[in-house]
């Protein structure tokens, strides 16, 4: 396809605005040691800054990224309001991310960028995203929702994620270094350097990020329960001098990440977790993830004297990793391996199980450890033509756009099995690789967009169409033939052609400009699921923002129409039926609420600042249908969607005096649904709410040294994140952390 894909060069792009850096809460620019941002970075801009852009559009800006130096994107994106989240390992390191009543499984249901290009392992055929860019690397996220998401697909319901990652500075040579270091072995350091000259410019780039870990596995103390990552990026251009009448440049950027992570599935009884948190059951010992992720990129871009600018990206990543993670367990020594969840649904009836999952003797080879050990590709070209242009007195903005994308899963996983004995776990033998899975699952895609900003006087509307053409296969193996000599046994193939509109309305009064949208929402399903229908949403919001010299503030009500909501088989969710990968039809839902925000820097004459923020979400989502699923169980008409916090709230407030700053940080998160369910929640069914505090303060020695310290979670609360897959799943402890940057 890479052929055609060439081809049609000339033809493609998915994301049509190229773009300046625009703010949200604190502002553009070289902030925080970060270099000035290229236009050459997409989302929240084009010629619109994000309090134009006729839907809900926030930045996580440099400087806000600085005020915590946070590596763990859970952190960060809970700062801003719409973002449904749940945490799972205390680092960040595998998010799970919804958007306005998504599903937030893996974050497989909002489309994920990095500079403008999907960063998902597989975006099309394999979402979940088991590889998630280093957010302690990135110079800005941007969050997009509602009518403009549809500009950035595949998954338009909830809306898209991207990460703007160090541009090369605009001009001159500039570098940053910092470095943290906290409790039980914490560590992050971040680097860049980099130079402009008239007509070339380069940076290298380093992020690395580690812990001993918060955890204790049942007889084995010492053991590592952390994890090590390292990024690379080096990025060079070339481009016309300054002086030029028309601006052309050419870049290239190579990143190589790696992540080691001693991380488990395997959850604790609610007893367990109520007498130690942080305690890991011995049956875990072996789990453990590895992922290597490869990520090139060409980008020329060209901007004419009329301002019309032209943008194409050739870009390819490639992601390998493997996670050996408990599978099951011969309980009864019968030969039969049995799920672990229903241990914890009932722990008072499977004494000798949970005994087993603690440490106690077991048969021999009555612990199977599987090793999903997948490969993924994903590959494209994407171009884009953006025009200004006025027509009677109204001004345009035309952008067309269009995306060329191949990807696939590629998977061939086998399994260990072992004996416990006095807690130790005692390799016995290895399946043939291939022997647990032995599968390939492919998208071929092609997307265009065209959207027109048009302006008449304080009245602007933004009407777009996307298109998604998309035909996924799945290709099954014998188990037996690991090499695929033999060719496919089964041959699955499905064809998707989906036309999305999308209408966004803003009224500027001045300080204070009314917004509406209206869209269709999509999300493609995945391969070898011809019953699965896509899931597709109407998508409506309505609101207002104001903004003077003293405040500024949003309010956005939203409301998504499913007509169908599906539901992804993983093991990250616990699932034990049918194969991974099936998908399960959940029939209409309506998902509802409210997004707020404010921020303001009240002063005491020139000397101090008391900057505060507050963002707050209402989400209601439920099914409108009665019906019973093995995926789902048995649902009734408004029984809410599991995992959707009811309540998010965060608050931040500080004081800047001089060269000194502290900022506290407040995150509450109401109780959640496990199960779908309406009324009461079960005990058994429940995540309790939570508060947690984050404390974090600067001094500025120089202009270009600054020494930092936080505290995560100040008061040390002990709080659960989840139950899934297998068990209750802590939040981190406190954790001090200490540290230096230089920028220059």
């Known amino acids: 396809m890479y052929r055609a894909t060439v081809s049609l060069l000339a033809l493609a792009l998915s994301s049509p605005a190229v773009a300046q850096s625009v703010d949200a809460k604190s502002g553009s620019g070289a902030q925080g040691g970060m270099p000035p941002q290229s236009e050459s970075i997409i989302v929240t801009g084009g010629r619109v800054d994000e309090g134009d852009v006729a839907g809900s559009a926030d930045i996580v800006g440099p400087e806000d990224l600085r005020e915590f130096e946070y590596g763990d994107v859970n952190r960060v994106l809970r700062q801003v309001p719409g973002v449904n989240l749940q945490e799972e390992d205390g680092f960040g390191l595998f998010p799970n991310i919804g958007l306005r009543g998504t599903p937030v499984e893996r974050s497989s249901n909002i489309t994920l960028m990095e500079d403008g290009v999907l960063i998902a392992p597989a975006p099309y055929a394999a979402p979940a995203a088991y590889y998630f860019p280093a957010v302690g690397r990135m110079a800005a996220v941007e969050v997009v929702k509602g009518a403009r998401a549809v500009a950035y697909g595949p998954r338009t319901i909830g809306g898209a994620v991207n990460f703007r990652s160090t541009p090369i500075p605009v001009a001159g040579f500039a570098g940053s270094a910092s470095g943290q270091y906290g409790s039980r072995g914490y560590y992050q350091g971040h680097g860049w350097v980099g130079g402009d000259t008239d007509n070339v410019g380069a940076l290298l780039e380093t992020f690395q990020q580690g812990s001993n870990g918060f955890k204790t596995i049942d007889g084995l103390p010492n053991a590592d329960t952390g994890f090590d990552r390292q990024d690379y990026r080096g990025r060079f251009a070339v481009h016309s001098s300054p002086d030029a009448p028309t601006d052309a440049r050419l870049e290239l950027v190579y990143g190589r990440s790696e992540l080691d992570a001693n991380e488990t599935y395997l959850g604790l009884a609610d007893t367990d977790f109520a007498a130690d948190p942080y305690r890991r059951y011995a049956a875990s010992q072996r789990d453990r993830f590895t992922g290597e992720h490869d990520q090139y990129r060409i980008t020329g871009s060209l901007r004419l004297i009329d301002d019309t600018k032209i943008t194409a990206t050739l870009y390819r990543n490639d992601f390998a990793r493997s996670w050996s993670k408990l599978q099951d367990i011969d309980f009864d020594a019968d030969g039969r391996f049995e799920a672990i969840q229903p241990v914890f649904d009932d722990p008072d009836a499977n004494p000798e199980a949970l005994a087993i999952l603690r440490g106690a003797d077991s048969a021999a080879g009555a612990l199977r450890v599987r090793n999903n050990n997948r490969v993924y590709r994903s590959q494209g070209v994407q171009v884009s033509l953006e025009k200004p242009f006025e027509a009677g007195g109204v001004r345009h903005n035309l952008t067309v756009s269009a995306r060329v994308h191949e990807d696939e899963e590629d998977r061939l996983q086998n399994e260990d099995f072992y ?292 505290i995560d979670n100040l008061l040390d609360e002990t709080y659960a994140v989840a139950r899934q897959p297998t068990g209750l799943r802590p939040g981190a402890p406190r954790r001090f952390v200490g540290g230096a940057s230089l920028r220059f």
């Open 419 to 710: 004996t416990q004995t006095a807690g130790d776990l005692v390799f016995v033998r290895q399946t043939a690789l291939g022997e647990q899975a032995n599968r390939e699952a492919k998208a071929d895609a092609i997307a265009f967009y065209l959207e027109d900003r048009i302006e008449f006087g304080r009245l602007t509307l933004t009407p777009g169409i996307r298109y998604e053409g998309i035909t996924l296969t799945r290709l099954d193996y014998e188990r037996d033939d690991p090499e695929r000599l033999a060719g496919p046994t089964r041959t699955r193939k499905t064809n998707i052609d989906e036309w999305l509109p999308a209408l966004g309305v803003t009224y500027d009064f001045g300080d204070v400009r009314l917004l509406a949208g209206v869209s269709r929402g999509f999300s493609p399903p995945g391969p070898g699921n011809p019953d699965a229908r896509a899931e597709k949403s109407w998508n409506y919001e309505a609101g207002a923002r104001f903004q003077n010299n003293l405040v500024s503030a949003s309010a956005i009500a939203f409301y998504s129409d499913y007509s169908n909501l599906l539901g992804n088989c993983t093991q990250s969710v616990g699932c034990s039926v049918g194969d991974i990968g099936d998908q399960f039809n959940g029939g209409a839902v309506t998902a509802k609420g409210v997004e707020l925000s404010a921020s303001a820097t009240p002063t005491i004459g020139e000397a101090i600042s008391f900057p505060i923020s507050i963002a707050y979400t209402f989400t209601d989502a439920q099914f409108d249908s009665n019906f019973e699923s093995e995926f789902f169980g048995s649902v009734s008409a408004g029984d809410a969607l599991p995992y959707l916090a009811r309540h998010q709230l965060y608050a931040e407030t500080g004081v800047v005096y001089g060269p000194v700053s502290m900022t506290l940080g407040a995150n509450y998160v109401s109780k959640v649904r496990t199960e779908a369910g309406s009324g009461p929640i079960p005990v058994a069914e429940r995540v309790d709410d939570r508060i947690i505090f984050d404390l974090a303060g600067r001094f500025a020695v120089t202009d270009e040294v600054s020494l930092f310290a936080r």
